[in-house]
């Protein structure tokens, strides 16, 4: 949880006013939006074959909407605000909240939406590392967004995915329930968490605090596309274009029904 802490002279200070503070501070992050970005674990994909069917980033280009698969936000990884996401944390949020939004950079503006309504399906699935292009072992519950964007509604962010320039998105979302892990005997029932969630971290071999924050349910407001997030670990999985034709295309259409129809001698 990105809170405001004081300033502690030893570890054990801060554990300590952790956890003698733990609802105060579960009510502070319950209150607030978090957006997951900032500066995080980077990691390149193994695979970045994102244009399908043969098209070029021309062909692309020229249409006027296109049908992308985004992962929005992953589990199982501890990110730069100290929270590692649980697998069925967006359960109840994806059953209740029909108004998700696919956003730039967490613009809730207008003119920063990329898609909505009938344009958005969001879910969340079970998916291997390897088939989202990470050399990790096991699987992550991917918050998963198709999204088709339509050139006329963000035309800067649909030149964006359809050049492959989307590497990375983030969750904005708000905290429902979430747990204290820390790997300190003197604290029985938050190292009970540690020793409980610590394994389940694809990333556990390269943190090295004594501290985290496990979130077992949270509420899904919207994914937005960004340069950096804190989980990285959220790329553009496939683009391709969309099967309706452009408005060139129908006239094309129609010019050729209209001669295939036999004129009048």
């Known amino acids: 949880m990105k809170l405001k802490l004081p300033e502690f002279k030893t570890e054990k200070e801060l554990f300590d006013h952790v956890v003698e503070n733990e609802d105060v501070l579960f009510a502070q992050a319950k209150m607030a939006m978090k957006f997951a970005d900032g500066i995080g674990y980077s990691s390149t994909p193994l695979v970045n074959d994102l244009v399908s069917k043969g098209l070029s980033v ?149 943190f090295t605090g004594k501290m985290f924050w496990a979130v077992t349910e949270a509420k899904v407001i919207e994914g937005s596309a960004v340069v950096m997030g804190s989980n990285s670990f959220t790329p553009t999985q496939s683009i391709k274009n969309d099967p309706q034709p452009t408005e060139s295309e129908l006239k094309e259409i129609a010019i050729k029904e209209w001669l295939k129809i036999p004129k009048a001698e």
């Open 58 to 206: 021309d062909d692309l280009l020229a249409k006027d909407s296109i049908e992308t698969k985004l992962i929005i936000n992953t589990t199982n990884v501890i990110d730069s605000h100290g929270d590692m996401h649980v697998p069925g944390l967006w359960d109840k949020s994806l059953k209740e909240n029909r108004k998700i939004l696919h956003l730039q950079e967490h613009s809730r503006k207008f003119s920063d939406v990329i898609s909505r309504k009938e344009n958005l399906k969001a879910y969340a699935e079970s998916v291997s590392w390897k088939n989202l292009g990470f050399n990790f072992e096991g699987k992550t519950e991917a918050l998963t967004f198709d999204s088709k964007i339509l050139k006329s509604q963000n035309e800067y962010m649909f030149n964006e995915y359809a050049k492959g320039n989307v590497d990375e998105h983030s969750v904005g979302m708000q905290y429902v329930k979430m747990v204290t892990c820390i790997d300190d005997e003197d604290y029985p029932t938050q190292k009970e968490n540690w020793d409980k969630y610590f394994p389940m971290a694809v990333n556990n071999d390269t």
